[in-house]
């Protein structure tokens, strides 16, 4: 029986006709008439009116970090529960990452803890320059208490929809709460371009300065002009195209993605010491990865053990997010709380949730959970 991946790249069909415009135009340089579509067409779905496609989305939170005015030395607080990047972008930088745990109710930042934490900060004298806030494994986090807080201090936010594209929290789309947000196309997104990603703002000056750094810093002029340090981080009319054809899709993916939970919580919901990560109230998550903790007490086998089960019949899973506090890279680093995102990472475990995943594949994965089970109860 074939591999099940945790979330494999998927064609829409489309790609190719697309791609055979961007070919046949002769438009296979960086930049191009789908990368311009690309961004006014993923600027249009998000409900931001300012977008730039870059090479990745680990770029974009890297640009939002430099456009934002954030430099060394400064203090940039975000998420501990999280894909490593989300913290890389701010060692580029220079800044001091300091992280910040999630709330159990939604496994994202604790709008609570970061309220108190600003407070004590702003007292001390020591605000951040700017917090980023992850939308973890496609689920919003609670903005409107997050930009309460952002806005009382004066806290630039950026939010990390990397896994987040076609989720909303209050209705209103994922991308659209920070001041500035990223978006990712990597092979295991929601939504490829095999490799790259998008900056969004309200504010046409920051997402101008970020066009202008990825491309080399180049200044208007005859010849090559350069007044700042930039980098090459576009987006190719190539893969522009491949995304195009991929966001047409964006809504069947998600439903996917949903439909796939749904029926991981039908299966397993009831199985004692198995808890799916809660869909918090106002938000439609896109069920990027389906996740849940497993209480080895109660279910019967541990988490290793489920992994190991599913791994032995060629299924992928994969524990939580290391939180980034626990990271040798990071050590040392300031953390505000974390035993919440500790013991996710300790009981968590990623299903399979790819966006093609069907009937039989499902069975097969909740077949060799329920399996580790009674195994484990036996031995
Ligand atoms: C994937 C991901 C990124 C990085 O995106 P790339 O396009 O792979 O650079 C950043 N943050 C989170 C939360 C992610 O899941």
Same mark, same amino acid.
Not at 217 to 228: D, G, I, L, N
Not at 358 to 373: N, W
């Given at each position: 029986?074939?591999?099940?991946?945790?979330?494999?790249?998927?064609?829409?069909?489309?790609?190719?006709?697309?791609?055979?415009?961007?070919?046949?135009?002769?438009?296979?340089?960086?930049?191009?008439?789908?990368?311009?579509?690309?961004?006014?067409?993923?600027?249009?779905?998000?409900?931001?009116?300012?977008?730039?496609?870059?090479?990745?989305?680990?770029?974009?939170?890297?640009?939002?970090?430099?456009?934002?005015?954030?430099?060394?030395?400064?203090?940039?607080?975000?998420?501990?529960l999280?894909?490593?990047?989300? +913290?890389?972008?701010?060692?580029?930088?220079?800044?001091?990452?300091?992280?910040?745990d999630c709330d159990?109710?939604?496994w994202n930042?604790d709008?609570?803890?970061?309220?108190?934490?600003?407070?004590? +900060?702003?007292?001390?004298?020591?605000?951040?320059?700017?917090?980023?806030?992850?939308?973890?494994?496609?689920?919003?986090?609670?903005?409107?208490?997050?930009?309460?807080?952002?806005?009382?201090?004066?806290?630039?936010?950026?939010?990390?929809?990397?896994?987040?594209?076609?989720?909303?929290?209050?209705?209103?789309?994922?991308?659209?709460?920070?001041?500035?947000?990223?978006?990712?196309?990597?092979?295991?997104?929601?939504?490829?371009?095999?490799?790259?990603?998008?900056?969004?703002?309200?504010?046409?000056?920051?997402?101008?300065?970020?066009?202008?750094?990825?491309?080399?810093?180049?200044?208007?002029?005859?010849?090559?002009?350069?007044?700042?340090?930039?980098?090459?981080?576009?987006?190719?009319?190539?893969?522009?195209?491949?995304?195009?054809?991929?966001?047409?899709?964006?809504?069947?993916?998600?439903?996917?993605?949903?439909?796939?939970?749904?029926?991981?919580?039908?299966?397993?919901?009831?199985?004692?010491?198995?808890?799916?990560?809660?869909?918090?109230?106002?938000?439609?998550?896109?069920?990027?990865?389906?996740?849940?903790?497993?209480?080895?007490?109660?279910?019967?086998?541990?988490?290793?053990?489920?992994?190991?089960?599913?791994?032995?019949?060629?299924?992928?899973?994969?524990?939580?997010?290391?939180?980034?506090?626990?990271?040798?890279?990071?050590?040392?680093?300031?953390?505000?709380?974390?035993?919440v995102a500790?013991?996710?990472?300790?009981?968590?475990?990623?299903?399979?949730?790819?966006?093609?995943?069907?009937?039989?594949?499902?069975?097969?994965?909740?077949?060799?959970?329920?399996? +580790?089970?009674?195994?484990?109860?036996?031995?």
């Amino acid at each position: 029986m074939a591999r099940i991946y945790l979330s494999p790249p998927d064609l829409a069909g489309s790609e190719l006709e697309l791609l055979t415009d961007a070919v046949e135009s002769n438009w296979i340089a960086p930049l191009g008439p789908h990368v311009d579509a690309f961004e006014a067409e993923l600027a249009a779905r998000v409900h931001v009116p300012h977008a730039v496609a870059l090479s990745s989305g680990t770029a974009g939170l890297h640009l939002a970090l430099e456009v934002a005015g954030v430099g060394k030395g400064d203090e940039v607080w975000l998420s501990t529960l999280t894909f490593a990047a989300t +913290a890389n972008a701010v060692s580029y930088i220079g800044a001091t990452p300091v992280f910040v745990d999630c709330d159990a109710a939604s496994w994202n930042l604790d709008p609570g803890l970061l309220a108190a934490e600003l407070a004590a +900060a702003a007292r001390a004298g020591r605000v951040p320059k700017a917090l980023i806030v992850v939308d973890l494994y496609g689920q919003c986090a609670d903005y409107v208490a997050i930009r309460e807080s952002c806005t009382r201090h004066g806290v630039v936010l950026i939010e990390d929809a990397a896994e987040a594209l076609g989720a909303t929290y209050r209705d209103q789309p994922a991308g659209s709460f920070g001041d500035l947000a990223v978006f990712s196309f990597n092979g295991n997104k929601i939504i490829t371009t095999s490799g790259g990603g998008m900056l969004v703002s309200p504010r046409k000056d920051w997402i101008d300065r970020a066009r202008y750094l990825a491309t080399q810093a180049r200044s208007p002029a005859r010849h090559y002009e350069h007044e700042a340090i930039g980098y090459n981080y576009r987006l190719s009319n190539l893969l522009a195209a491949v995304g195009r054809a991929q966001l047409r899709d964006l809504d069947r993916r998600v439903e996917a993605r949903r439909a796939t939970n749904r029926a991981y919580r039908d299966a397993l919901g009831h199985l004692p010491g198995w808890t799916f990560m809660p869909e918090a109230s106002h938000c439609r998550s896109t069920a990027w990865l389906t996740c849940a903790t497993i209480d080895p007490a109660q279910f019967g086998a541990s988490r290793d053990a489920v992994i190991d089960a599913l791994a032995a019949d060629d299924i992928e899973a994969r524990p939580v997010w290391k939180p980034m506090h626990q990271q040798p890279i990071f050590r040392g680093a300031r953390v505000l709380g974390g035993a919440v995102a500790d013991r996710l990472f300790e009981l968590g475990i990623c299903l399979p949730s790819g966006s093609r995943l069907d009937d039989a594949q499902r069975a097969r994965i909740v077949e060799r959970i329920v399996g +580790a089970r009674a195994r484990d109860a036996r031995g």
